[in-house]
């Protein structure tokens, strides 16, 4: 019998390896990887009982601790310096400047349980939508109503808001398959906590020459440890 998970993920791994190895640069590939993730995702929750109950204006999830890979974030810069004017920069760098400030007084645990306005939150709307990170991406929720209450009381984990255990599997295999490609390339597959990272690479210019020749992209940002 065939393993959903695993089928899913070699089949977001051989399309992203073979796109990542064409010569495409890691800004294309992402792009076409998160268009079949929309796809894969759209359809499992068209197959399941069950529905998100996540709507466009409700943002409890944008106050949680995120992390990102330097792909992810490069291909957000992007993103930002061609539909952001000028002041709209200077002002997501002054957001990021202050939950910068506050993140780097948190231990990792601290910041877990400790609401902060996502800086890219705009009128309960993410304003990068289009290219926001796996970890956006894979958080749906059962309950908005527990989302609420988790909101409300960020330091109890006990509250569960619930997932669907498919679109929870898709979303994990796709991101794994994409990052298994990624690690082929030599190129910094770190994790980096969100905020600290993006203020970095949209103040320091040099953040894409070290990810293109596969040295630490970031480094201010903090590095997330996993083990
Ligand atoms: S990047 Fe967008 S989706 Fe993710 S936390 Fe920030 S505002 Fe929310």
Redesign the pocket.
Known sequence: MTDPFQTAALSEYQKSAAQLASGKDANAALKKSYERYDNLIAKAIDESDTKPDCKAGC?F????K?EARAHEILL?KEYINRHFNTEKIASLKTALETNVSIIRGLTPEQHLTTNLQ?????NN?????PV??F???N?HSTDANACEQSHSDPSNMEIATGMIEDVAMFADAHTQGFEAAADQTGKDTRIYD?TTALLEALCDEHTLKRYQRGKKTFQQAIEIDLN
């Open positions: 943002a999830c944008c106050y949680y995120v957000i996502c800086a890219l939150l705009d709307q993410c304003s990068i939508y926001r990170p970890r956006c991406r958080f969100f």
